[in-house]
Each structure stands twice: as C-alpha cells, then as structure tokens.
C-alpha cells in the first residue's frame, strides 16, 4: 500500500508543470498519475509540489553567530569575530546551531545539505534529529602542526556517521582550502577518500587574495596544483570557485568536479562574481549554497535562486544569461547530483525529498508562469509542506517533529552564552 | 485620548532600538513612553516596531505582468511583451493590478510608495480603498505628437487627486525619461509643476543605451540636458541614476535632486549598477524603489533592502560598503524625504506610518543585532502588523480592510483577459 499520495498540486517535472499525484512508499516515488490510494493523502491545494531544495555548502552551526559582525573589513571579519568565537564552540552549541538551521531549512524549502564544520558529532546528532537529509564533513586544517590530530578527527566522523539515520546522514573529507592545507596533506586526504569512498568537500578560489597566497608559495594557482597532486576528481565538491582563469575552467571539466555557487555569501563578503555562465557553458554542474550564516545572512534557497541569476544578469549586462530554469536546475538536480544523492527531481524511483509551495499569495499572482515565481517571487515562507525519505517533516505550515519554540530558545540561550565566553 | 498604543516591541527610532511604548493620535505619532493609556493596544510581541517602508519608485498597475516574460532582451521585452499589453490596459486592469500590489505592499511593511503609470484613475482608485499613502503620477511621453494629450492627462490628473483620500493621495508630474520627452516638453513640465507646488517623478540615466541616444540628439548626457535647461531642483525624484558620471552626481548634488535607486530591476534588466556609495558620500538622498513587477518580480522592500548592500560590496570588493544601517535608511527616512512625506521615523509628531516586524523565528534567530536582520534576514512575510496614517491595515497578519482571496481572485482574471486580448 503507498504510503502517501500528494494531489491537486502542479508537479514540477523535468518536462514541466503537469497535474496529477505523486506516490510515495518506503522513502521512494513509486507513482506519478492519478487516483491513487494511500493511507495518507496530502492536499496541495493547487500549490506546486516539487523537489526539495539542495543547499549544497554551509556550515549551519553558524546560525549562532548570525548578525553578530556584519559590514567590517574581511580579515577584521575573521580575527576578530568569527575564529575567537569557533574556538570556543563545544558539541552542544553545535548541535543546537545546527538544529537551528535545520528549522530555518525545513521551513524554507530545504530538505537537503551538505556541510562543513567543527564540532560534527553535534551537527550530525541535530541531523538525525531533524529529519532532513545531509552530507556531512569535519572541517580539517592541514598545516604541519595540526595534519596528524585533523585527518584523524576527520577519519573519525566519517567512520561513525557514514550512512547513519536511516541513511539520511553520509559523510565527506572536509579539507579547508588549498591555502590552509598543504599539498601533502591533501594528498593524504585523497588516498583516505579513495579507500573509503566518500567524497571531498572544499573551498576553492574563494578570494582573490587566495590565488595570490597560492602563486607566492606554489607559482600557481589554486585549481592547477589540485590537478597536478591528483587531487580533483567527480568526487570533488568544490565551493565558491570565484577567481578562475579560463584554463582553471577547463581543468575542473576534464576533472568533472562539481562546484556550489554562493552567490549572496560572495555578494556580502566582497569576495567577488564566479564565472558561472562559463561554468554552466562548460559543461560543469553547478550547485548553488548559502554558505554559513554569519555571510548570508539566512538559509533561503528561493532568495539563493533569485541571487543566482541576477548577479550574473547584471555582471554580463545581459538579461538573458541564467534564466529562472537553470536557476532552478541548479537549486535542485545539480545539487543532488553535487552531494551524490539520487533525488533533486519528482520521477518514479526517486528519493521521496518534496516540498509544496503554496502559490495563493499575492506576490505569486497572477500565474502566467509558475517557473519563474518560483525563482523570481517566491520566499522560503512560502512553503507549506516538505517530505524527506518519505516521512512528513511539516504539512500546511505545522512543523510534524520538531518543537520550534524550545529549539529557538536554545539556540538563543547557547549564542549569547558564547559570546560571553569570548568576551 | 489616544487611539492606539503599540507596546511590548522594540521600537527603532533614530538613536537605535529603545523599548516603551508608541502612542498615536489623528494619525500622527504623538508620545514615545511607558504605560500610556489608549482606546486600542496592540501587542508587538516583543517585535520590532519601525517606520513603513517606502518604496520610491514603482509602476504598480504592472503587477499584471509579473512573470509574463523573463530573460530576454531588454527591446524584446519592450516591444513584443511590455508596450503591446499596456496599450489594451484599461482602467480597470490598472484598478485591480494596483489594488494587487497594494495587498502585497501591506502584507510586506511597505507603508508608502511612489508610483508612475498610465490609467492612473484606476491606480487612485485603488490606493483610496487600500489606505496606503502614495505619491502618484501618470507617465508621459512627449514627443512632438503626443505632448499636448499627454500632458492635458498629466494636469487633469495632478488637479483630481492631490491630496485626496485625506491627504494620503498626492501626485507628482511623470514625464517618462529624457529619451522619450523632447527638452520643449520638459521646460513646460516644470513649469506646470511650479506652478502646481508639486513634484516631479522621472526616469534617469537607467541604460548605457538612453545615454548615447541622447549624446547622439542633444550632444550631451541626460543629467547636463536636464540641468541646462533647468529642470532639475530638489523636487525632482530621479529613478535609476545608473550611467552617472562623476560630474553628473555633482550636477544632481548641485540641484539638491532625489535618487531612486532600484537595485533588483537594474540586476534582472541587466541595466547595470549605479553609483550609489558615491552618490551617498557626495550627500545625495538616495531612496529604494522596488520598480514594476515585470522586472523585479516582486515588491519586497526587505529584499530591496538586502539587494541594496549586497550589489555595491560585491561591485567594489569591499565588505564595508553600505552597512545595513545604510539600507534602513535608503528605505524609511530617505524614502520620506524623496516623496516629501513627513514620514519615514518614529518620532513625535510624525505621521504614524509604523509597521511591526514579528522576530520570533528561526531566521531571526539569536538576536545580536536586530537591524542586521532587518536587513540581512527579514523577509517581507515577517511583517505582522501594518498602520498608515494611524488605521490599522494590517494586524498580527490578519488583514482588517482588504479581501484577499476577492483581489487575487480579480487580477488574475483581469490578467488572463488581458493576455487574450493582445495574443
């Protein structure tokens, strides 16, 4: 018997709009057609019913440190706000950070992530909490003093947590970046994700001063002496790829790497425009990402969509280049297929991650093209309802397992707790 | 006695956020204190309570359009879309497209806003059963064979409507742009508009190609046309500003002339980016516009906000440029004093133009800098209580004057009935 039907919804198919239901049994879409019978049946009351959102590089133990340094110089940004505070992050405000944006997500649309970050046996617990699907990664470090301690907490995590919840959870190497990593090291890292068959999660030419840093110690770039180590791979998932040459392009397509897009956290850092109409034109799957909260400042694919194809709009003073599809590709198939996970559309055999928009909004009237709402008008608030693995996380707005109150007045209590440690 | 109290909120007035309570009396905020008794107390919720958001420049009987048609070229756009359907709009159409972006500007803290269109009845009309504030104008064109229709409409407009709706109406003269009015017309147009005592609401400098066609006829840029032959002075609202030479901002700096910055539109027109940290440090009043929805999609003012920042860090590499104090600013008080409104602050004797922003959710959540979210995380939907001119429009997101499912329900088949007629 079919576990849930969701009808009298528009179904956002790779050919469209269509009416009819869809089907979901044990996790998976079994059915898209009409007159099914389940033991549950989903209203969409004329809402779209489409693939949950793939929020393809953050670091959601941030949200604690959301609107606590805004506006100021990128390495005052880092010296004297975030890292003081990092390093005094334990497991527990971890685990409530990130249930914290679990929250944020499920109502927004999210229903997958992949993340990078510290203290990730407490992300991974609020995951399993959550109910949404990620692919998780312990940040490492890779300098001479800190290679040993790191690989090995990283080796760990993946040990513990690869496949967990049901399968919701799996697992990346995190190293850093190419300039807090060394060459030996991320050749470590890849000898360690080849033999566990996980995939590796990294910054990759995020700032110009990057490339800069990179060319004095390496006389080259950063995505040259990837390739060069045998670093890059399909399994590379590469975030920010902002400051590329032509050639660095064409490298990260012989080597298939997947790269996320951040636009807004790029926007609001000053770190620069990716070269994103290249990238789709080269071929290359491109994600899209909110980074951490602390550069966003919240976790609103819908607003990560928009961003997507206006900055490149505006750089290009082209209103053709990425139209609302490609955004919307990126927000969902690409990201899928950028965390390895076999979702990111509604077709029968697909993981049963799905969202309902709810479009009797005024700002998503009148309905000459639901597409372009979905990237160019709709808001995270927006979304009534989201399924991941097949269970039912909230339905017309009601959260199903997860209590909001407690979990924002904990997140509350352990950021301003923290703070005060720094201070 | 005092009409209304708001308590319980965290009212942001200009020397930052204070908590009391705001009194208002006739419409005009007249105490800011503790335990002020009145006919009606309205619960914040420990929310922010702050000016409505002004939205300097929009054409809102366009919210007809919105998503009819995306991502191509900008004379495509005009010519097979935009032009042909507002050619069949009538007042009608105007009616319910304006009442459409009114629901949308009250359900998302927008308080007043400045609108140039056609059929401008019909736009009147809707802002009177509305009960938002608007400074409205209709559009003209005026070339040689239109001038004198086209301002015979503009006059028989700015006489049936100022001030109407009790003083909540007020108009302004709306020659569309220096490219499609001849520099004859303009002359006239300022001469009707000091003879009337009202403002002035054009189009500036919004495409590299507007300033070439004027380089081309008139020898020079449309901001030293515009002062040659003394049109500019600080009742003129500008719209856009994007092509902007060093010596045109001393030019609008010169003339005291207000800016409508309309990030989003510039972006998804792919227009380019204006000169707004210069235009701020030469002393200029920039306001935010959201523009029409056919190039927006929406008319969020928070997101308007956020774009707002987001473009001019990105633009300059600076993650300091325009903080979101900055943005606030753009979107309250110097909205105010674009639409010469004695508005845009919560202070005593101010008219009570005040919105509530609910803060009790996940993506608000902690709390280090409240305007920081308002900017970087506030989304329209947190609105939850809207006043204008001292009524209640809008109240713990229940709507008190408004039928929304009636409105949605009417432009949208005003929409498709227009889109038939054109087809």
Redesign the interface.
């Known amino acids: 018997m079919t576990d849930i039907v969701i009808g009298n919804g528009w179904i956002l198919t790779p050919d469209g709009l269509v009416r009819g239901e869809v089907a979901i049994e044990d996790g998976i879409i079994t059915n898209i057609g009409e007159k099914i019978s389940a033991n549950r049946v989903i209203d969409a009351r004329n809402g779209i019913v489409m693939p949950g959102l793939v929020n393809a590089h953050t670091h959601l133990g941030m949200?604690?440190?959301?609107?606590?340094a805004?506006?100021?110089?990128?390495e005052r940004?880092l010296n004297e706000y975030i890292w003081p505070v990092e390093a005094k992050l334990d497991e527990i405000d971890v685990y409530a950070g990130t249930l914290?944006g679990c929250?944020?997500m499920i109502?927004?649309g999210t229903t997958t992530f992949a993340d990078m970050y510290i203290r990730m046996d407490g992300a991974a617990r609020a995951v399993e909490t959550s109910g949404l699907r990620a692919s998780l990664s312990y940040g490492m470090i890779g300098d001479e003093s800190r290679a040993e301690r790191e690989l090995k907490t990283g080796k760990e995590f993946v040990k513990k947590w690869n496949n967990a919840a049901n399968g919701r959870i799996t697992t990346m190497y995190g190293p850093h970046a190419p300039n807090t990593c060394s060459p030996e090291f991320l050749t470590r890292v890849r000898e360690c994700s080849d033999r566990d068959g996980v995939s590796i999660h990294i910054h990759l030419a995020e700032t110009?001063a990057e490339i800069n840093e990179m060319k004095s110690k390496h006389g080259m770039c950063s995505v040259r002496l990837l390739d060069k180590i045998g670093f890059l791979g399909p399994d590379v998932l590469a975030a920010h790829c902002v400051w590329l040459s032509p050639e660095d392009i064409k490298i990260l397509k012989k080597n298939d790497v997947k790269v996320a897009h951040n636009p807004?956290s790029?926007?609001?850092?000053?770190?620069?425009?990716a070269p994103v109409p290249e990238l789709l034109k080269g071929g290359i799957v491109v994600a899209l990402g909110t980074d951490g909260c602390a550069s966003?400042?919240?976790?609103?694919m819908f607003?990560e969509m928009r961003?997507a194809?206006?900055?490149h709009?505006?750089h290009?003073?082209?209103?053709?280049?990425i139209?609302?599809r490609e955004a919307l590709e990126m927000a969902t198939i690409n990201g899928a297929r950028a965390l390895g996970i076999d979702a990111g559309v509604i077709a029968v055999g697909k993981k049963a991650d799905i969202i309902i928009v709810d479009t009797?909004?005024?700002?998503l009237?009148?309905?000459?093209?639901?597409i372009?709402?979905l990237v160019?008008?709709a808001?995270?608030?927006?979304v009534s309802t989201s399924i991941v693995d097949g269970k039912i996380l909230m339905e017309n707005y009601e959260l199903t397992m997860l209590d909001?109150m407690k979990?924002?007045a904990d997140?509350?209590k352990v950021?301003?707790d923290l703070?005060s440690r720094v201070a």
Chains 1, 2 share one sequence.
């Open positions: 949200t604690l440190l959301r609107g606590y805004d506006d100021v110089p990128l940004w914290l929250l944020e109502r927004s110009e807004t790029n926007m609001k850092l000053g770190s620069g425009i966003n400042n919240d976790l609103d607003e961003m194809t206006l900055l709009k505006v290009k003073l082209d209103p053709t280049v139209s609302a009797n909004k005024p700002h009237t009148p309905k000459h093209d639901l372009s709402h160019y008008c808001k995270g608030s927006d909001e979990i924002m997140a509350e950021a301003r703070i």
